[in-house]
């Protein structure tokens, strides 16, 4: 009978792609997919540490399974991801986890078919994390999941050190893919039928800093976009230190290049921004909204913020949500600050209490939520494309988004996942639109 897996991930859409390879492996080496842990010979767990709830999730999850393996001894659990990359972090878990039979890193998960043979033919666990980030080993078996969506990594790593994120130490510096290599992997997919590309990486505009090609992010941004088929083409994340109108010039020429800008502002405050190693002002990263929208007025933007960072206070935060009001963000996801062993504002003093961290939050959630809710009015009787993602048995409708991420829901006789079709909106209900098919591309 045929080895069954299960992967569990936790994180950013990078470790979502990462789960996608690593399941390519797997599939490569001959499991299939499992329903779930119960029905799984291996369970891999690919895990997250840029917040602390994102690690005692994964914790809680591992912990688990303990009685399952009593039962099946057979099982393999192996444990990878960011979280292993953590200074003295297997270490931890191995204590506290003894029956975790592989260990690996974000930094060698290509390496994971030989952990598991070498697991195979042992009866000591295998624990091998790369320390140090090597040369990007080019990997094309990805197994795909999010059909008709893909992603495709430019860069791996970050060099900018926020003085909040562990991302740095544990992903290592900035790599960039070579142009030839990215420029294949989006005409395999375009040819395959995927029609909408994301090109992901921690700071999408200092792609090919590292010395790797003389090729600007907005270059290839360019030649990504000249690939000839009918999709869709995001970008994530644009650090504001550089984000730039070379960029927006290439999203002028091309309208498959979605309108839409993810553009991490953390805080509104200037003294914040400093104290988090930002590198740009409030005054700046306003200006870079204006010059977008000066190019499409209907540009939408969305971000990241964090609250609660230490020092923080009642009237920079208020600066926070004066900002967010100011840009008008299509949506935002909103932290609570986590301090992380390691990084600077772990060691920094006067950390904010909890009561007042989860009372800004809450405000901050509800401020925009109450952007987004009006922003969906505004869609009230509109036609807008939407790229047909899913079927959603339940309400018995098929959902897609927008070029502005919007999830838009419609019925249909026919199966539409994968087609463009366009949806005239009748209910905007909070996040999500629901509309009456007009025609299909
Ligand atoms: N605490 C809270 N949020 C964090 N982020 C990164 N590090 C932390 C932390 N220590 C958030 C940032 C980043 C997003 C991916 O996660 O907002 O943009
Ligand atoms: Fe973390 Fe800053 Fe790098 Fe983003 S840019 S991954 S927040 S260090």
Redesign the pocket.
């Known amino acids: 009978m045929q080895e069954k897996y299960y992967i569990v991930t936790y994180g950013?859409q990078m470790n979502v792609h990462e789960s996608e390879k690593i399941a390519g492996i797997l599939r490569g080496m001959g499991y299939t997919e499992a329903q779930g842990t119960e029905d799984a010979d291996i369970i891999v767990f690919n895990t997250c540490c840029?917040?602390e709830n994102a690690e005692n999730h994964a914790f809680g999850n591992i912990g688990a399974l303990k009685k399952l393996k009593k039962q099946k001894p057979h099982l393999l659990i192996a444990v990878g991801g960011c979280m292993t990359q953590e200074k003295g972090k297997t270490e931890v878990l191995r204590k506290k986890f003894p029956f975790i039979d592989i260990m690996f890193g974000a930094l060698n998960l290509e390496e994971l078919e030989g952990l598991i043979v070498r697991k195979k033919n042992q009866k000591k666990k295998v624990i091998e994390v790369r320390e140090k980030e090597g040369e990007i080993v080019e990997f094309t078996g990805a197994y795909r999941t999010s059909y008709p969506n893909a992603w495709v990594n430019i860069m791996y790593g970050c060099n900018n050190f926020?003085s909040?994120?562990?991302?740095p130490y544990v992903r290592g510096r900035e790599r960039s893919r070579k142009p030839e290599h990215i420029l294949n992997e989006v005409r395999e997919l375009v040819a395959e039928g995927y029609k909408e590309i994301t090109l992901l990486g921690q700071n999408v505009n200092s792609y090919g800093s590292d010395g790797t090609t003389n090729v600007t992010f907005a270059e290839l941004l360019d030649q990504v976009a000249s690939i000839e088929g009918n999709f869709r083409l995001r970008f994530m994340?644009s650090h504001p230190k550089d984000f730039n109108e070379d960029i927006v010039k290439v999203m002028q020429k091309h309208r498959k290049i979605c309108r839409l800008v993810h553009l991490?502002v953390?805080s509104g405050s200037n003294e914040i921004l400093k104290a988090m190693n930002r590198r740009y002002t409030r005054e700046k990263y306003l200006s870079e909204i204006e010059m977008l929208r000066e190019y499409f007025p209907e540009a939408e933007v969305t971000t990241?913020?964090?609250v609660g960072f230490p020092g923080e206070t009642e009237e920079q935060y208020l600066e926070t949500e004066a900002l967010v009001k100011e840009v008008d963000y299509a949506s935002a996801?909103t932290?609570?600050?986590?301090?992380?062993s390691g990084?600077k504002?772990a060691e920094m003093e006067n950390q904010i209490p909890e009561e007042v961290q989860k009372d800004r939050i809450m405000r901050l959630v509800e401020l925009v939520n109450s952007l987004t809710r009006k922003k969906s009015e505004k869609y009230l009787g509109k036609t807008v494309e939407i790229l047909c993602e899913d079927y959603d048995g339940k309400k018995d409708l098929y959902l897609g988004r927008d070029e502005f991420g919007r999830m838009g829901y419609f019925k249909s006789e026919k199966d539409r996942v994968g087609q463009f079709v366009q949806i005239k909106i009748t209910k905007a209900n909070g996040i999500s639109l629901y509309g009456e098919l007009i025609e299909a591309k």
């Open positions: 950013c840029i917040r926020c909040y994120c562990i991302v994340t991490p953390q990241d913020i964090i996801f932290f609570v600050y986590s301090p992380r990084t504002a």
